[in-house]
Nanobody, 120 residues
């Protein structure tokens, strides 16, 4: 059974840094895209960043230059390095992984979520 386990959330002051990790396990299939969403109170879940199996990345405009996504394909792990954090970054962060099934077909699995709070 596929599991995505997140860690690394916490409370930081504005300008601080956090590193989130998400480790996927339990599938015979390989992973295509991995990434992170976040959801703040009263707001819709939004896509923060994605990374393909070959390392191509995309970032939401508000985090460009501050966040960096990376992955270790051998370990099926995706990381999110968050620097220069702002109060607006406060949210529950959810990782995901899209597994190949057959060509053009994939299954998306989600992490349990980890709270990031940026406050003085």
């Amino acid at each position: 059974q596929v599991q995505l386990v997140e860690s690394g959330g916490g409370l930081v002051q504005p300008g601080g840094s956090l590193r989130l990790s998400c480790a996927a396990s339990g599938s015979i299939f390989t992973i295509n895209t991995m990434g992170w969403y976040r959801q703040a109170p009263g707001k819709e879940r939004e896509l923060v960043t994605t990374i393909t199996s070959s390392g191509s990345t995309n970032y939401e405009d508000s985090v460009k230059g501050r966040f960096t996504i990376s992955r270790d394909n051998a370990k099926n792990t995706v990381l999110l390095e968050m620097n220069s954090l702002k109060p607006e970054d406060t949210a529950v962060y959810y990782c995901y992984a899209d597994y190949f099934v057959v060509r053009g077909v994939y299954h998306r699995y989600w992490g349990q979520g980890t709270q990031v709070t940026v406050s003085s």
